[in-house]
């Protein structure tokens, strides 16, 4: 790192409703009209075809969602602490990668739940994540993570109906590259409400949901209805609609305080503060070409106008200005936005990091295998 990274803080979400960014969301990973008209047609075909098949699936009652149960050999009866984690990986291996997640969040006093969405699961495999874990089971593959955290949180509630923490968390960020344990102080150092890592100000302020913490059971509660009432969809776009992007705004609304440690606001002046942050902008997107000769006011109002993803456009400034301790996979193994500098990644992985980059590499194998 160039430089020691700031200190972590909560801030609370950008107070902004979402109007038209709802509407052009996902325009700056697009970055031409062009593309942004093919992926606006690509989703009107998604929702196209998955409506009829959520109508039948509501009229006829779709399939049992648990395939497998079982009890972990980490049972934590009576914990305060709950993480539901989805997994999925093509071939069902469950990589070294994931295992140290999971014994992380364990150290941090977490009770378990390994939820795997893949199609079948080396018994091997199955047998590491009970070890590690208060429960593990296996879904059909729907409606992404948020139909994954639904299946399981009556099963949750019942487990532990004492809880006051509630943490959701998948296995679509690479890592810790950095210590996990600062994060978690930091967030739990919020008091009660639900916070996030990222936010980001596409479709509207919301916390990215691969790793969101709800604490005090008033949050607790509130989230797990939220989970058990939302109207789940075969069609991704609809899935994020209805979760990610109103999460934090129902939250909100029932008086829960909402933040995230990295806010968009503060990423972007980090970025913005650095030149070579703000040439590897001026670089990743058409529209930040001439960043470096604005005044500094107009840099600022340019990214908040033109909202980028924090865990594409801005990974640099995240890791090596804030500390942020994930890299996204999606970003590392397919780079959606052609990004420049990616395929450096390695550089930002620190020797000692919890997840160094070979098992990071690993974990990408294991992505790739067939399934």
């Not at 699936?57 to 602490?81: C, H, K, Q, T, V």
């Not at 874990?133 to 009556?154: E, K, S």
């Not at 006051?164 to 967030?187: K, R």
Request: aromatic letters at 6%; proline letters at 8%; glycine letters at 8%.
């Amino acid at each position: 790192m160039s430089q020691p990274p700031e200190a972590y803080a909560l801030t609370p979400l950008t107070e902004q409703e979402p109007g038209l960014r709802r509407a052009t969301h996902g325009y700056s990973t697009a970055g031409t009209w062009r593309r942004l008209a093919y992926r606006v047609g690509q989703v009107g075909l998604e929702i196209a075809g998955a409506l009829p098949r959520d109508l039948l699936r509501r009229l006829r009652g779709g399939a049992p969602p648990l395939r497998r149960l079982e009890p972990g050999l980490d049972p934590r009866p009576g914990a305060r602490s709950v993480a539901l984690y989805v997994h999925f990986a093509a071939s069902g291996q469950v990589s070294e990668m994931v295992r140290r997640q999971l014994a992380l969040l364990a150290g941090q006093g977490f009770a378990i739940v390994f939820i795997t969405m893949a199609e079948a699961v080396p018994e091997a495999d199955w047998q590491a994540a009970r070890a590690q874990c208060a429960l593990v089971a296996q879904r059909r593959n729907f409606a992404r993570d948020f139909g994954a955290w639904q299946d399981l949180a009556a099963e949750a509630r019942r487990r532990w109906p004492e809880a006051t923490e509630l943490l959701l968390a998948n296995d679509s960020v690479l890592g810790p590259i950095l210590p996990l344990a600062p994060v978690l102080d930091a967030m739990r150092a919020g008091g009660e409400g639900l916070f996030g890592l990222t936010e980001s100000v596409q479709g509207g302020p919301h916390l990215q949901s691969y790793f969101l913490l709800a604490r005090g059971p008033g949050a607790v509660a509130d989230l797990l209805h939220f989970l058990t009432a939302m109207r789940m969809s075969h069609s991704k776009w609809l899935v994020v609609q209805r979760g990610e992007l109103r999460l934090a705004r129902w939250m909100r609304a029932r008086g829960h305080r909402v933040a995230a440690l990295f806010g968009y606001r503060r990423l972007a002046a980090a970025a913005l503060a650095d030149p070579a942050e703000r040439a590897q902008l001026a670089a990743s997107h058409p529209k930040l070409a001439g960043l470096d000769s604005l005044p500094p006011a107009a840099r600022e109002a340019l990214l908040l106008a033109q909202p980028l993803n924090p865990t594409h456009h801005l990974w640099l400034a995240l890791v090596r200005r804030l500390g942020f301790p994930f890299l996204k996979t999606e970003l590392i193994r397919r780079n959606p936005g052609r990004l420049p500098g990616v395929e450096g990644w390695r550089g930002v992985v620190p020797a000692e990091a919890p997840c160094p980059a070979a098992v990071i590499e690993d974990h990408l194998r294991v992505m790739d295998a067939p399934g």
